[in-house]
């Protein structure tokens, strides 16, 4: 397989996840997401971020982070996210201790 064609496959396989956190599964919280993966939309934002900053694009954080949620951050918060536990808490709390 050729460079170009990886780099598509890979990129369409970035977008199906996408599409599955943000549209299929958007009742899935970060933190959950966190406690069982150890990565989040956040995080997939920020890499995006860094990706761009490799190339010497300059993104900001709300700038990739709308990119990756289709809005702003905040309203996507509104909409779908939901305070953490304490057991959601405790279990992040568990599985970041370094």
Request: hydrophobic fraction near 35%.
């Amino acid at each position: 397989m050729d460079n170009e064609t990886r780099t598509e496959l890979e990129a369409a396989a970035f977008r199906r996840l996408r599409k599955h956190l943000m549209e299929d599964r958007n009742d899935v919280q970060n933190i959950d997401l966190m406690n069982l993966a150890g990565f989040c939309r956040n995080c997939l934002s920020r890499w995006y971020q860094e990706a761009a900053a490799e190339r010497g694009i300059d993104i900001s954080k709300e700038d990739a982070r709308e990119t990756f949620y289709g809005m702003p951050y905040d309203q996507w918060k509104a909409a779908h996210q939901t305070e953490a536990t304490p057991e959601q808490k405790a279990a992040f709390e568990k599985s970041h201790q370094h």
